[in-house]
């Protein structure tokens, strides 16, 4: 699996093809990409020149002609500093279209993960993805640098190969090699050691690198997982607190750190036996040309020493072109475990939408009110939650959702959301009216207390005082003079108190369709009532399906739904309002 085979190119392909081959910015990457190219082809050019000059420059030196000498150093400034100008520009034209190319695989990886809530339906479906967050800030990170960088240098490595095989197989001419008293000359002599030289090299740097690849993908993921156990202790700092669970956190902690630590391990080890086989053949490739030429400098003096300069400036361009995987093998292996991250999760999203599309069979259409028709919910493993619901909710009406634990209530409220996907039937709702779900833990983003207010639709046509106001009504009068602070709002308010937000957020927001899941479980009965009364008096419109175990709020509804958790479900009208809270259902 892990091997430049077709497979590798393919998905190296099907992540690159939406950038270079539709996105409205390629005309721009292929242009920056060609002058890259064309810095590159002219960086060679330069270096070709320069070992033409070493022949010339030592040769000078040899013969004394100090004149020739001052010459060659003044072309050689020129040609250095061409070769830097040309240099230093490639790297700046290379980094700005890799964050280009980054900007927009961030962008489109961040649709596809954000889109039909596929970042919940992947964890839903028990999804293998870890960390997808890692894949989008890291990954996307590693790919268009690594993918840049391995084909440019490809692509160097092929136009200085190119160049320098022609100028090394000329100079193989000049190398005649003494055998049983003659002289024979071996057509390509230097090209052909150079080629031998880097096969047997490369054979071998794969055989010993090859299992590094593996390794690196492994050492990311291990990482990822330790973060990501921490990341959640950051987030229930306050249950651990109390539980005092610390030990068997550092225990786990630790753990995980374990095969962070023992994978490393094993990529020093084996880090170690290609270094030593890549330093080793790096500084013979030093010696190598030199002993392959010494018979025309020593036996036949067919060469000078800049003869002998210019062929070991020349097979080492090629030696080095050739062994480019030699050279980079450890980038190619990193390489190689991106992209197959990157595929994974692109798999992972494209099956959770085949899922979706499959088992979603919830048909979600306009209609005047809330009107649900024959829906089955399902759990994953096939188990219905609930059985051919029929029911209508009209503008103003209240409807009370009850039923044991575990019975499905929150479950149907997804459904109703449109984000559960196991079901089939059909739910009409009013495609103009923008419906407001509130779970029993509310989200509330980072951010002023502001944005919290405003969160999911963003915009508010509310002033300033009357968000004060609104605040004061629910109860948090204390964050009245807040609205501009950022805080990590989770973490400083209770639980009643984010739900109290919650609330102040659907009289920010109006909604005509009000979905309220345990939304005021945390607060006392008093406090909920205050809630549920407020809602009523200033939103007289707005429809409310509400999720609760309370009795106490029967009195806000008019039906109630009871879920019997096999499926079955009872409709009861409720009698008009009873402030006393007697109240006995009676069924429809
Ligand atoms: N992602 C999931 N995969 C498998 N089963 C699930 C998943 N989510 C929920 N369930 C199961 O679905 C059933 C109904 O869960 P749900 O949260 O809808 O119950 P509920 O009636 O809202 O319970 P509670 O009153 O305790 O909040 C439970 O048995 C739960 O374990």
């Known amino acids: 699996m892990k091997q430049f085979n077709g497979a590798f190119f393919r998905d190296l392909w099907r992540i690159s093809k939406p950038y270079w081959w539709h996105s409205e910015e390629r005309w721009s990457a292929r242009g920056v990409f060609a002058l890259i190219i064309l810095l590159n082809l002219f960086m060679v050019f330069i270096s070709y020149r320069i070992t033409q000059w070493y022949a010339v420059f030592w040769n000078a030196l040899q013969h004394f002609a100090v004149d020739a000498a001052w010459h060659q150093m003044l072309i050689f400034l020129l040609l250095a500093a061409s070769y830097v100008a040309a240099g230093v520009s490639q790297v700046f034209f290379t980094q700005m279209l890799e964050i280009r190319w980054r900007r927009w695989l961030t962008r489109h990886y961040l649709d596809n993960w954000l889109s039909k809530s596929t970042f919940y339906h992947m964890q839903v479906l028990g999804d293998g993805t870890d960390n997808p967050d890692q894949r989008i800030s890291e990954d996307l990170a590693s790919f268009t640098n690594q993918t840049l960088n391995i084909i440019i240098g490809l692509l160097s490595s092929v136009t200085t190969l190119a160049a320098f095989v022609f100028m090394l197989w000329e100079l193989s001419a ?4 003494p055998w049983n008293g003659s002289l024979y000359t071996i057509p390509g002599y230097l090209v052909w050691a150079a080629l031998i030289y880097a096969v047997f090299g490369t054979i071998l740097t794969a055989l010993i690198g090859r299992p590094l690849i593996k390794l690196n993908f492994n050492q990311e993921r291990y990482q990822a997982d330790f973060r990501f156990s921490m990341m959640r202790l950051r987030e229930n700092s306050e249950s651990v607190a109390l539980y005092g669970g610390e030990s068997e956190e550092r225990h786990h902690f ?29 500084q013979a490739a030093i010696i190598f040309p030199i002993i392959v030429s010494m018979p025309a400098y020593f036996v036949n003096k067919a060469i000078g020493i800049g003869g002998l300069q210019q062929i070991a400036s020349a097979f080492a361009q090629v030696q080095g072109a050739l062994s480019f995987i030699v050279s980079s093998y450890s ?17 992972s999203m494209e099956e959770v939408r085949v899922i979706r599309e499959t088992h979603y069979q919830i048909e979600c259409r306009d209609a005047p009110c809330l009107q649900v028709r024959h829906l089955n919910v399902r759990l994953p493993d096939g188990r ?18 009850m039923g044991p634990s575990g019975g499905g209530k929150s479950t149907l409220i997804r459904g109703l959301a ?18 407001l779900f509130l779970p029993q833990k509310p989200y509330l983003p ?7 207010l405003v969160y999911p639709f963003g915009v508010t046509d509310l002033d300033d005082r009357r968000l004060q106001q609104i605040l004061g009504l629910v109860g948090m009068s204390g964050l009245q003079d807040k609205l501009e602070d950022s805080r990590l709002w989770s973490h400083v308010l209770s639980l009643g108190e984010q739900q109290r937000l919650a609330f102040a957020r659907v009289l920010v927001q109006k909604p005509r369709w009000l979905f309220l899941d345990e939304a ?35 009195r806000y509804h008019q039906r109630c739904l009871r879920l019997q958790g096999n499926g079955a479900w009872v409709l009861e009208s409720l009698p008009e309002q009873d402030s006393s809270g007697g109240l006995q259902p009676a069924p429809v």
Not at 254 to 280: C, D, E, K, P, T
């Open 174 to 177: 000049m190398i005649t090699i």
């Open 446 to 452: 980072l951010g002023t207390l502001r944005e919290v």
């Open 331 to 347: 980038s190619l292996a990193n390489w190689h475990a991106v992209v197959d991250r990157l595929r994974y999760f692109e798999q």
């Open 418 to 435: 449109g984000i559960w996907p196991f079901g089939d039937g059909e739910i009409g709702l009013p495609k103009a009216d923008r419906p």
């Open 384 to 401: 219905e939650l609930v059985h051919d619901l029929n029911l209508d909710v009209q503008r103003r009406e209240r409807l009370l959702i």
């Open 254 to 282: 630790l753990q995980r750190f374990a095969s962070v630590y023992a994978n490393y391990w094993r990529i020093i080890w084996r880090s170690m036996r290609l270094n030593w086989w890549v330093s080793g053949y790096g």
């Open 520 to 554: 005021s479980s945390a607060l006392d009965e008093p406090a909920e009532c205050q809630l549920y009364q407020l809602l009523i008096e200033a939103l007289p419109e707005t429809a409310m399906i509400s999720v609760g175990h309370r009795s106490s709020l029967l």
